[in-house]
Structures are given as structure tokens and as C-alpha cells.
């Protein structure tokens, strides 16, 4: 009897021994380091909008793609004001892109976009000395970002000439749409309102008008240095109030361009004047372009 009684206890003393040490490996104890085991993979892990990576919040430029500004692409600016008797040396210069510039693959240069350059040299009127301005335009800025370049001077116009190219030469009729009315473009090239088809002096159809500006096949000029499409760029460019062979001065009467850029020194752009200062009021416009190789532009 007490034989039996043994067996049972130490039955009962096994089983209670067992189900704890299956509960120790189940439910470790209170402040026990557990061991990691292999990772479970639960497929991408998508970062929630509060928990971006800082590069992206401190740099949103940093995820977009780098595209090419092609050599021969025309670069529609209008100035801040300019004088040879106000600027010096070295001094900062700025101006401003006034139409979406189209590029290849779908990109473009933004209205608003920034073109900064530097006064290269001045020499003021004396008795005997015409008075220069030298210019470099050779920056563009756009998401924030700086993209160095090379550019010359294809053509440059007054604020006067710039205004007057933005005006319709008649006023609307009872039944008229304002953007419908024809205006004339700096060099001659007539838009036949907004939207509607350019054509040069011949009456041929060069391109069309779009937001801001037009799009056309750039021709050379003949008797002057401006040329067509250079470097296999043939692409529509962006002109603004500017005909599809505009080339010099425009509005300037003592003034010529007596250095484009296209030759050594590169990229500088030497006005001079035969009558007082070099002057050039706020609102001017010029054509640049972008000379050499090509060039990075964030989208």
C-alpha cells in the first residue's frame, strides 16, 4: 500500500516539475533578455508621412532627376536695371526666364527661374573713350539649385520695344477677344493672338504663340553673325516678344553690341555707347544662348 502511495507522489512530483519547466520556456520570467531570432520578413516597409527621411524634408530637391539644357537652346530673360555710371566689377547681376523654356525628355525651364551672371568690366565715358558695360550671364537657378553654364547674346531690346511687342497695334471691336488681336513681335514676326500661328516678314508660318510667349524655328539673319540652330539643337525655341531672326540691338540708339560672347572671351557680352553711359532700363529683354556642351538642370 504505501508502496503505491510512493509511485503516485512521485508521479504527481513529475508532472508538476515537467509543466513548470514548459511554462519557464513559454512565458519567461520578469525582466529576462529574450535571444532575437532569424527576422520575419513582412514584404516593403513604407515610411509613414510623419517619419520621412530628413534629407527629404530638408532637401526636396534631392530626389529630383538631373536633365540636360543642349547647347543652341535660347534662354528669354528680362533685365533689372543696368548703367555704366551705377555698376562696378565683379558686382552680382540678375535677371529673369519670362517663358517656359521646353527641353528634350519633357523638361523645362520654369517662368520665374533666376539667371545670374557678374559685371566682367566698365569703363565710363571720357573725352576721346566710349563708355562699355561687359556682362556674363553664366547661371541659372531653379529648385533652389545653381547650374553653371556659358552663354552670348543673340539680341537685345528696350523695355520700350519689349511693352510695345506686348500690345496689340489696334483695339478690340464690339465682337473682339483682346488675346485674339494680332501683335508684332520685336524684329517684325506678326502673332496672330493667343495661340495662333506666327510668321515672319515673308508671311511664312514660323511657329506658334503659347502661354507667355512663342514657340519657333530660330533663322539666321542674313548680313549679320546671328545664326540658325547651332549644335543639331533644331527644336522650337522660346522667344517671348522676340522674332525668329531677332539679332542686335533693338530701342538702343547710341548703343551696339560690340561683343556677343561667341568668340573669345567667351560667354561675355561687351555694350557700348557713343553717346554718355551705357543705360539699360528695368524691363529690357534679351535672348541668350547657351553655348558649348551641354549642361544639368534639375527637373
Not at 535660347?74 to 552680382?92: D, F, H
Amino acid at each position: 500500500m504505501n508502496s503505491q502511495r510512493n509511485i503516485r507522489c512521485s508521479s504527481l512530483r513529475l508532472w508538476v516539475l515537467c509543466a513548470t519547466v514548459i511554462a519557464s520556456c513559454i512565458v519567461p520570467e520578469a525582466g529576462a533578455q529574450t535571444s532575437p531570432g532569424p527576422p520575419i520578413s513582412a514584404g516593403p516597409q513604407l515610411p509613414s508621412p510623419s517619419r520621412q527621411p530628413s534629407t527629404i524634408q530638408n532637401n526636396p530637391q534631392s530626389t529630383r532627376p538631373e536633365i540636360t539644357i543642349p547647347a543652341g537652346t535660347i534662354l528669354p530673360v528680362r533685365l533689372a536695371a543696368l548703367s555704366s555710371s551705377k555698376r562696378k566689377t565683379g558686382e552680382l547681376i540678375k535677371a529673369t526666364i519670362m517663358q517656359d523654356v521646353p527641353l528634350a525628355n519633357g523638361a523645362t525651364i520654369r517662368t520665374g527661374a533666376r539667371v545670374l551672371g557678374h559685371v566682367a568690366d566698365v569703363n565710363p565715358a571720357t573725352p576721346g573713350n566710349k563708355a562699355t558695360l561687359a556682362l556674363v550671364f553664366d547661371t541659372v537657378v531653379q529648385h533652389g539649385q545653381s547650374i553653371p553654364f556659358v552663354t552670348n547674346l543673340r539680341a537685345l531690346a528696350s523695355a520700350l520695344e519689349v511693352e510695345s511687342a506686348q500690345t496689340p497695334k489696334t483695339g478690340p471691336g464690339e465682337s473682339d477677344v483682346y488675346d485674339w488681336l494680332s501683335t508684332t513681335q520685336v524684329g517684325g514676326d506678326v502673332v496672330y493672338g493667343k495661340w495662333g500661328q506666327v510668321t515672319n516678314g515673308a508671311g511664312v508660318v514660323v511657329g506658334r504663340s503659347v502661354n507667355n510667349g512663342v514657340l519657333v524655328q530660330v533663322s539666321a539673319k542674313i548680313g549679320t553673325a546671328c545664326r540658325g540652330a547651332i549644335e543639331g539643337n533644331d527644336r522650337p525655341q522660346a522667344l517671348w516678344v522676340f522674332s525668329s531672326d531677332a539679332c542686335g540691338a533693338y530701342g538702343f540708339p547710341h548703343l551696339t553690341i560690340s561683343h556677343a560672347g561667341r568668340t573669345e572671351p567667351m560667354g561675355e557680352i561687351v555694350l557700348t555707347s557713343d553717346e554718355g553711359p551705357v543705360k539699360i532700363r528695368s524691363g529690357s529683354g534679351m535672348l541668350l544662348r547657351v553655348e558649348g556642351r551641354s549642361h544639368h538642370l534639375p527637373r
